[in-house]
């Protein structure tokens, strides 16, 4: 069973920096496909950025390009969303999210990891006053 443990959230005020992180236990595979959503009160969940482990390709939301970084230490089975210039708008619950063993996907995307079938963390907190 695999099991996303986030960790990392606060509260910071505008223009500060946080880094998350996403230790992963259960997977068996050697390549996964690995992100973050975020979720405000009020709104709906929206995918800020995803990985392919294995490949190392990235993606990020339009409105996090060039403030965030997604990363990954593998022998660590740990994921990171480094957050600089954070906004009052990137408040809200940051999930990190992993595909679902056996890897059916062909490539990595928000969607593999919006499935049903992905596993999801408890949620960290991130606010960030102005």
């Known amino acids: 069973q695999v099991h996303l443990v986030e960790s990392g959230g606060g509260s910071v005020q505008a223009g500060g920096s946080l880094r998350l992180s996403c230790t992963a236990s259960?997977?068996?595979?050697?390549?996964?496909?690995m992100g973050w959503f975020r979720q405000a009160p009020g709104k709906e969940r929206e995918g800020v950025a995803r990985i392919d482990t294995g490949s190392g390709s990235t993606y990020y939301t339009d409105s996090v390009k060039g403030r965030f970084t997604i990363s990954q230490d593998n022998a660590k089975n740990t994921m990171y969303l480094q957050m600089n210039s954070l906004k009052p708008e990137d408040a809200g619950m940051y999930y990190c999210?992993?595909?679902?063993?056996?890897?059916?996907?062909?490539?990595?995307?928000?969607?593999?990891?919006?499935?049903?079938?992905?596993?999801w963390g408890q949620g960290t907190q991130v606010t960030v006053s102005s």
């Open positions: 259960g997977y068996t595979g050697s390549r996964h496909c």
């Open positions: 999210v992993g595909a679902a063993e056996p890897r059916r996907w062909p490539a990595c995307t928000m969607s593999v990891l919006a499935s049903e079938r992905s596993n």
